[in-house]
């Protein structure tokens, strides 16, 4: 067994590290967004219905908020509280689900609608 290859050897510099991958949440945000200020471009009743409903969720989430201040000290708000983050995520996967089910997607896309 001869050891002189690997006294002499010099070693190989370190491969340069890959380039990151682009961040895709930007793109995402920004797709959305320009989904967005089109549908709300189309028509007046969409701008309408889209204001009232940021109203409404921004009143929601007011008296929530109202709602576990007012549990802070309670020795048994884990049970309250436990409903309204249900409250939370149910309200949040039921407007996930709504916005991309097929039949808005269809009726969206049909003219005249």
């Keep these: 067994m001869s050891t002189?290859?690997?006294?002499?050897?010099?070693?190989?510099?370190?491969?340069p590290a890959p380039p990151p991958?682009?961040?895709?949440?930007?793109?995402f945000?920004?797709?959305?967004?320009s989904l967005l200020r089109n549908g709300l471009r189309?028509?007046?009743?969409?701008?309408a219905v889209f204001v009232a409903s940021a109203v409404f969720v921004g009143l929601f989430t007011v008296l929530q908020l109202i709602g576990l201040v007012?549990?802070?000290?309670?020795?048994?708000?884990?049970g309250p509280v436990l409903v309204l983050?249900?409250?939370?995520?149910?309200?949040?996967?039921?407007?996930?689900?709504?916005?991309?089910s097929p039949a808005v997607t269809r009726r969206s896309t049909r003219p005249g609608w």
């Design 4 to 15: 002189a290859g690997a006294r002499g050897a010099v070693p190989a510099p370190p491969s």
């Design 21 to 27: 991958a682009p961040a895709l949440t930007p793109v």
């Design 85 to 100: 983050a249900a409250v939370l995520g149910l309200g949040w996967a039921g407007r996930c689900c709504r916005c991309s």
């Design 70 to 78: 007012a549990l802070r000290g309670y020795p048994h708000a884990a």
């Design 29 to 33: 945000v920004r797709l959305k967004l």
């Design 42 to 47: 189309q028509s007046g009743g969409r701008r």
